[in-house]
T-cell receptor, first 112, second 113 residues
Framework: NAGVTQTPKFQVLKTGQSMTLQCAQD?????MSWYRQDPGMGLRLIHY???????DQGEVPNGYNVSRSTTEDFPLRLLSAAPSQTSVYFC???????????FGQGTRLTVV | AQSVTQLDSQVPVFEEAPVELRCNYS??????LFWYVQYPNQGLQLLLK??????LVKGINGFEAEFNKSQTSFHLRKPSVHISDTAEYFC???????????FGTGTRLLVSP
């Protein structure tokens, strides 16, 4: 049982490039979320999903897109990377009726 | 809007000493409260939670926390810390759904011999 898997673990992008951060969970959880972690700011919610085909914005959604075509996958897309998006990104999932968020190990993204 | 304040960015403590990590929250409705721990280069894992009922909650690794509604606090305590408790601790609140957690800025616990 792998839990929540994020790929890649590290990535360096140039300003203006696009990329997709992958998140997959094998626990059949309905709820999934993306957070970014910045020094001195804790974790902030970017986007979340309550099931396949349903997504919504969190606290800091600008510059990011998401979609949820399957229960297992919840990719996060950066359409045009900016230095302000340099951060550590965490994906999390929660089962329906549950309360515990299971986190992936994170993707450390640097935009130069 | 809900928010979480962790006043201490770093707490140094000696091994076997007690520790308290402070967390205050603000919310206009009933909330659910959590403490998560992040070990170096790892994701977060749940330490303990308050959903309802007893205000003193116990978690993993000997940690406990007390929900105080009048003071809007949810402080984390451990009577005797170990070197292995060195990590960053995040307090979080949810009022509208567990998939939408609001985190504090974190407290780095540094345990030295």
């Amino acid at each position: 049982n792998a839990g929540v898997t994020q790929t890649p673990k590290f990535q360096v992008l140039k300003t203006g490039q696009s990329m997709t951060l992958q998140c997959a969970q094998d626990m059949n959880h309905e709820y999934m979320s993306w957070y970014r972690q910045d020094p001195g700011m804790g974790l902030r919610l970017i986007h979340y999903s309550v099931g396949a085909g349903i997504t919504d914005q969190g606290e800091v959604p600008n510059g990011y897109n998401v979609s949820r075509s399957t229960t297992e996958d919840f990719p996060l897309r950066l359409l045009s990377a900016a230095p302000s998006q340099t951060s550590v990104y965490f994906c999390a999932s929660i089962r329906t009726g549950g309360f515990e968020a299971f986190f992936g190990q994170g993707t450390r993204l640097t935009v130069v | 809007a809900q928010s979480v304040t962790q006043l201490d960015s770093q707490v140094p403590v000696f091994e076997e000493a007690p520790v308290e990590l402070r967390c205050n929250y603000s919310s206009s409705v009933s909330v659910y409260l959590f403490w998560y721990v992040q070990y170096p280069n790892q994701g977060l894992q749940l330490l303990l939670k308050y959903l309802s009922g007893s205000t003193l909650v116990k978690g993993i690794n000997g940690f406990e926390a007390e929900f105080n509604k009048s003071q809007t606090s949810f402080h984390l305590r451990k009577p005797s810390v170990h070197i292995s408790d060195t990590a960053e601790y995040f307090c979080a609140v949810s009022e509208t759904g567990f998939q939408k957690l609001v985190f504090g800025t974190g407290t780095r616990l540094l345990v030295s011999p």
